[in-house]
């Protein structure tokens, strides 16, 4: 048996990178990763900063998915069309 933290556990589970919350808690990844490790103790206010990054990258990530949806649904049945973009475009 294995010890975790909680947000190891939901990052993993939900495929979030820890670089992607470091960066909503202001910590360095090597930081963050420490603190998911237990290899430093953590505080109140780390907890706190975990917790609304958390928040954050959900609720950034829920209107991306909107978005997305709403792509789909203007595009099904077409998505294999050709469509001109920029040259620079992905």
Not at 22 to 35: D, I, K, M, P
């Amino acid at each position: 048996m294995v010890t975790v933290t909680r947000l190891r556990l939901i990052r993993t589970q939900y495929h979030i990178p820890l670089p992607a919350i470091a960066r909503y808690t202001g910590f360095s990844v090597q930081h963050l990763s420490r603190l998911e490790l237990q290899a430093i103790r953590h505080s109140r206010r780390h907890e706190a900063l975990v917790t609304k990054a958390l928040g954050r990258w959900i609720q950034y990530h829920k209107s991306e998915i909107a978005q997305l949806e709403e792509t789909y649904r203007q595009y099904a049945g077409r998505l294999l069309e050709p469509v001109e973009v920029p040259s620079d475009a992905p």
